[in-house]
């Protein structure tokens, strides 16, 4: 008895938890926000989470009340499968999210919201189902099986998604690795040149940085300590302007 309140209380609250976040954004049709709005990406990023979350209590409720004894699994076979089949749900809503948020080039709107929310919901609606269907080897009627097919549709999209995603990241570290390494490679090459200027030359292009309206004492203070007549010059002539 209990264990049926809570798989009903978890599969409606993963449902909704699911609506609620494509909800948010516009149910993926809304522009991305920018700036200090971003920050309130962080509600649907975590609503989705929690999704999956459900999801994977309400799957273990329903193998541990025996619903799917009649796909001939052992106990714990099914808990594996189901759990398995959660996750990938869970990833499907988060990774539909993260796609819309990161203006993925696939992340089109017809797509997310069949990923994030009209697959995962065939998923919560069949752990209600098999609430009031026969547990026995004969199985559940043709409806139920047909979300039992959402539900596995619902978990290959969760993996096809989760393909992306680290494509995605990699394709992103890539990227930043590239930009690391070529700006080091123009420090070094600016690096070089300066070694290759004399010390007159050096102090010209450092001096011609310099406006017009320096202070005389920042083209004065060296000069007690600078050993070069040729240095000293250049510091006196610019300091003379």
């Given at each position: 008895?209990?264990?049926?309140?809570?798989?009903?209380?978890?599969?409606?609250?993963?449902?909704?938890?699911?609506?609620?976040?494509?909800?948010?954004?516009?149910?993926?049709?809304?522009?991305?926000?920018?700036?200090?709005?971003?920050?309130?990406?962080?509600?649907?990023?975590?609503?989705?989470i929690?999704?999956?979350?459900?999801?994977?209590?309400?799957?273990?409720?329903?193998?541990?009340?025996?619903?799917?004894?009649?796909?001939?699994?052992?106990?714990?076979?099914?808990?594996?499968?189901m759990?398995?089949?959660?996750?990938?749900?869970?990833?499907a809503?988060?990774?539909?999210?993260?796609?819309?948020?990161?203006?993925?080039?696939?992340?089109?709107?017809?797509?997310?919201?069949?990923?994030?929310?009209?697959?995962?919901?065939?998923?919560?609606?069949?752990?209600?189902?098999?609430?009031?269907?026969?547990?026995?080897?004969?199985?559940?009627?043709?409806?139920?099986?047909?979300?039992?097919?959402?539900?596995?549709?619902?978990?290959?999209?969760?993996?096809?998604?989760?393909?992306?995603?680290?494509?995605?990241?990699?394709?992103?570290?890539?990227?930043?690795?590239?930009?690391?390494?070529?700006?080091q490679?123009?420090?070094?090459?600016?690096e070089?040149?300066?070694?290759?200027?004399?010390?007159?030359?050096?102090?010209?292009e450092?001096?011609?940085?310099?406006?017009?309206?320096?202070?005389?004492?920042?083209?004065?203070?060296?000069?007690?300590?600078?050993?070069?007549?040729?240095?000293?010059?250049?510091?006196?002539?610019?300091?003379?302007?």
């Amino acid at each position: 008895m209990f264990s049926a309140v809570f798989l009903g209380l978890f599969a409606l609250v993963g449902a909704l938890l699911t609506f609620v976040t494509a909800a948010i954004v516009g149910f993926y049709l809304s522009p991305v926000p920018g700036g200090s709005n971003a920050a309130g990406l962080v509600i649907p990023f975590f609503t989705g989470i929690l999704a999956g979350l459900a999801g994977i209590i309400a799957g273990s409720l329903t193998v541990s009340r025996g619903s799917l004894d009649w796909l001939g699994f052992s106990r714990a076979t099914a808990l594996a499968l189901m759990v398995g089949v959660a996750v990938l749900v869970g990833v499907a809503i988060v990774g539909s999210f993260l796609a819309w948020a990161d203006k993925q080039r696939l992340a089109q709107p017809g797509l997310l919201l069949f990923t994030g929310l009209l697959l995962p919901l065939g998923f919560f609606a069949f752990q209600l189902a098999l609430l009031w269907q026969p547990t026995t080897v004969g199985g559940p009627a043709f409806w139920v099986r047909g979300l039992g097919v959402l539900t596995g549709a619902a978990a290959l999209m969760g993996l096809v998604t989760a393909g992306l995603l680290v494509q995605a990241i990699a394709a992103r570290s890539a990227r930043a690795q590239a930009y690391r390494q070529e700006a080091q490679a123009e420090e070094q090459k600016e690096e070089a040149r300066l070694q290759a200027l004399s010390p007159e030359q050096r102090l010209l292009e450092d001096l011609s940085k310099m406006g017009d309206t320096a202070p005389l004492w920042s083209l004065t203070a060296g000069l007690p300590t600078e050993k070069s007549p040729s240095l000293r010059a250049l510091w006196i002539e610019r300091a003379l302007r």
